[in-house]
């Protein structure tokens, strides 16, 4: 269908869509493309000048940084983003690493390679490792990835089900009893039960990564989901050269390709039902159509939809789960390379002390770029630790200041302990609170987003897309099935095909 006209003064003048898509983040560019490759008229709003939302990068005096993460699945062959490149012809340059991440303590360095066999037999290979025990346990953890996976490798097994994929999920039952046993279930149960709780070195592992990727600790996560997001670093990992945004700035320009339109600096302010469709009011116009598809938190959404707290449980429950998860404080580095470092890019997974939670400055995650030719023998690192969000609200802006001040001087600590090569000649830094976060993100508190996965069946509840109201749709971290930028991605294309296949778009071809 006809691309709605993006030039002059028909931006501020109210257009006609049959699908507005508010925020360019994962989410909502997955949904966006996803219905531009079958027809539908789109418009995405994004209130920032680039996409990407938390997953975005962006330059500070000169210099290229990550807003957050950087390393990024779903690039093996059939793959989402994969697809996307190949389907697309997409200018992104996705480079493996080995190892992908690197972990650090003040007595271990474990690298994780890209090959799980690899690392399993790193880890037998360690002085005292109990050998059998970390075969069994690895392999009820690949079979549990296995049958995970399954989803994120093959999206069309998650709702919205066709006949076929109510039928392959039949076949596939004796696949989900290996889930029974510890669906509901925290992490550590499953550790114990092999007899690996003392095991240091994979408590390490477990841990730094049940709290980036399911965002709590190896006694609080959901076994299953758990064991799945450990296998992340196995299942297509990769950096994108030139930053993590680059991979949101191309399915941002095919989405214009296919004859939509992505507005930047346009911010939604409001999100009402007008007739039989829903019409956007942002600070360069409005937008009607008979579908909204929302990549925000769910806070931002019962603002913008004027949905009062009590009104909408699942808006309400969505709102607090986020609540009680994390902010994130962070340094951002510009460094003179050490002698003989590697071009690629690095991955610095850096714990104080492991007998501590992993948050607030004693555990970080560094992200050091790959060479960038137009800052030759300098590279940016961005460092990450997450808070407790609703504690750091609570104080007030002096104590608040502290917090941050002082944990901000954990995280220098930690770098200058345990990657000391790294932090040797830092020619530039800037430091970013959640606040910050929310300035540049426009998440309310400077949520990072996403559920913390602490055990319990709730985690299953929302296996299907959020439909809030006729027509109004939720996609991102939060949701459906949430966390990591494939995740979030992938949501937005099921939305999608829930959005088409409602019928509210008659004159989208299907």
Same mark, same amino acid.
């Given at each position: 269908?006809?691309?709605?006209?993006?030039?002059?003064?028909?931006? +501020?003048?109210?257009?006609?869509?049959?699908?507005?898509?508010?925020?360019?983040?994962?989410?909502? %560019?997955?949904?966006?493309?996803?219905?531009?490759?079958?027809?539908?008229?789109?418009?995405?709003?994004?209130?920032?000048?680039?996409?990407? #939302?938390?997953?975005?990068?962006?330059?500070?005096?000169?210099?290229?940084?990550?807003s957050?993460?950087?390393?990024?699945?779903?690039?093996?062959? #059939?793959?989402?983003?994969?697809?996307? =490149?190949?389907?697309?012809?997409?200018? !992104?340059? *996705?480079?493996?690493?080995?190892?992908?991440v690197? =972990?650090?303590?003040?007595?271990?360095?474990?690298?994780?390679?890209?090959?799980?066999?690899?690392?399993?037999a790193?880890?037998?290979?360690?002085p005292?490792?109990?050998?059998?025990?970390?075969?069994?346990?690895?392999?009820?953890?690949?079979?549990?990835? @296995?049958t995970?996976?399954?989803?994120?490798?093959?999206p069309?097994?998650?709702?919205?089900?066709?006949?076929?994929?109510?039928?392959?999920?039949?076949?596939?039952?004796?696949?989900?009893? $290996?889930?029974?046993?510890?669906?509901?279930?925290?992490?550590? @149960?499953?550790?114990?039960?092999?007899g %690996? %709780?003392?095991?240091?070195?994979?408590?390490?592992?477990?841990?730094?990564? $049940?709290?980036?990727?399911?965002?709590?600790?190896?006694?609080?996560?959901?076994?299953?989901?758990?064991?799945?997001?450990? &296998?992340y670093?196995?299942?297509?990992?990769?950096?994108?050269?030139?930053?993590?945004?680059?991979?949101?700035?191309?399915?941002?320009?095919?989405?214009?390709?296919?004859?939509?339109? *992505?507005?930047?600096?346009?911010?939604?302010?409001?999100?009402?039902?007008?007739?039989?469709?829903?019409?956007?009011?942002?600070?360069?116009?409005?937008?009607?159509?008979?579908?909204? =598809?929302?990549?925000?938190?769910?806070?931002?959404?019962?603002t913008?939809? /004027?949905?009062?707290?009590?009104?909408?449980?699942?808006? &309400?429950?969505?709102?607090?789960?986020?609540?009680? /998860?994390?902010?994130? !404080?962070?340094?951002?580095?510009?460094?003179?390379?050490p002698?003989?470092?590697?071009?690629?890019?690095?991955?610095?997974?850096?714990?104080?002390?492991?007998?501590?939670?992993?948050?607030?400055?004693?555990?970080?995650?560094?992200?050091?770029?790959?060479? &960038?030719?137009?800052?030759?023998?300098?590279?940016?690192?961005?460092?990450?630790?997450?808070?407790?969000?609703?504690?750091? /609200?609570?104080? @007030?802006?002096?104590?608040r200041?502290?917090?941050?001040?002082?944990?901000?001087?954990a995280?220098? $600590?930690?770098? &200058?302990?345990?990657?000391?090569?790294?932090?040797?000649?830092?020619?530039?830094?800037?430091?970013?609170?959640?606040?910050?976060?929310? +300035?540049?993100?426009?998440?309310?508190?400077?949520l990072?987003? /996403?559920?913390?996965?602490?055990?319990?069946?709730?985690?299953?509840?929302?296996?299907?897309?959020?439909?809030?109201? @006729?027509?109004?749709?939720?996609?991102?971290?939060s949701?459906?099935?949430?966390?990591?930028?494939?995740?979030?991605?992938?949501? #937005?294309?099921?939305?999608?095909?829930?959005?088409?296949?409602?019928?509210?778009?008659?004159?989208?071809? +299907?």
């Amino acid at each position: 269908m006809a691309a709605i006209p993006p030039t002059g003064d028909a931006r +501020r003048a109210e257009a006609q869509a049959d699908a507005v898509v508010v925020g360019a983040g994962f989410g909502g %560019l997955g949904a966006a493309l996803a219905l531009a490759e079958r027809g539908a008229r789109v418009v995405v709003v994004e209130a920032l000048t680039y996409p990407g #939302g938390c997953a975005s990068t962006f330059r500070r005096a000169g210099h290229r940084f990550e807003s957050g993460a950087t390393l990024c699945a779903g690039f093996a062959p #059939g793959q989402l983003f994969r697809r996307w =490149i190949d389907t697309h012809r997409l200018a !992104v340059d *996705v480079r493996r690493i080995d190892p992908v991440v690197e =972990i650090r303590t003040p007595d271990l360095r474990l690298a994780v390679p890209p090959d799980r066999a690899r690392f399993v037999a790193s880890l037998a290979a360690l002085p005292g490792a109990p050998r059998e025990r970390i075969a069994a346990f690895f392999a009820e953890q690949e079979r549990v990835a @296995d049958t995970m996976w399954r989803l994120l490798d093959d999206p069309e097994l998650l709702p919205p089900l066709s006949a076929g994929s109510i039928f392959r999920h039949v076949a596939a039952a004796p696949r989900y009893a $290996a889930l029974a046993r510890i669906a509901g279930r925290p992490l550590i @149960d499953v550790v114990r039960r092999h007899g %690996l %709780l003392e095991f240091a070195p994979l408590r390490a592992w477990l841990e730094s990564f $049940a709290q980036i990727t399911v965002q709590c600790s190896v006694a609080e996560a959901e076994a299953p989901v758990a064991l799945a997001t450990a &296998d992340y670093a196995f299942r297509g990992a990769a950096h994108v050269h030139g930053g993590i945004g680059t991979l949101a700035t191309a399915p941002a320009g095919a989405v214009t390709a296919l004859g939509g339109e *992505v507005r930047f600096a346009t911010r939604a302010t409001s999100i009402r039902r007008t007739g039989g469709a829903w019409r956007v009011e942002t600070n360069r116009g409005a937008v009607t159509a008979p579908i909204v =598809i929302a990549n925000v938190l769910p806070q931002s959404l019962r603002t913008l939809a /004027g949905i009062a707290p009590g009104d909408d449980r699942t808006l &309400d429950d969505l709102a607090c789960s986020v609540e009680r /998860g994390w902010g994130a !404080v962070m340094l951002y580095l510009v460094v003179r390379a050490p002698s003989g470092a590697s071009p690629d890019a690095l991955h610095l997974d850096l714990t104080a002390d492991p007998a501590l939670p992993y948050v607030e400055g004693n555990h970080v995650f560094a992200s050091i770029s790959d060479a &960038d030719d137009a800052s030759p023998g300098l590279r940016t690192i961005t460092v990450s630790t997450h808070v407790r969000a609703a504690a750091l /609200g609570a104080l @007030d802006d002096a104590a608040r200041a502290v917090k941050v001040r002082t944990i901000q001087e954990a995280m220098r $600590a930690v770098l &200058d302990r345990l990657a000391p090569e790294w932090t040797a000649d830092v020619v530039h830094a800037m430091t970013a609170s959640p606040r910050t976060f929310e +300035r540049f993100t426009f998440r309310p508190g400077g949520l990072v987003g /996403g559920v913390p996965r602490v055990a319990g069946l709730a985690n299953y509840r929302g296996l299907a897309p959020t439909e809030v109201r @006729d027509g109004l749709w939720l996609v991102g971290d939060s949701v459906f099935p949430g966390q990591s930028t494939l995740a979030a991605a992938i949501g #937005g294309t099921r939305v999608a095909e829930a959005a088409l296949r409602s019928g509210r778009m008659h004159e989208v071809a +299907r």
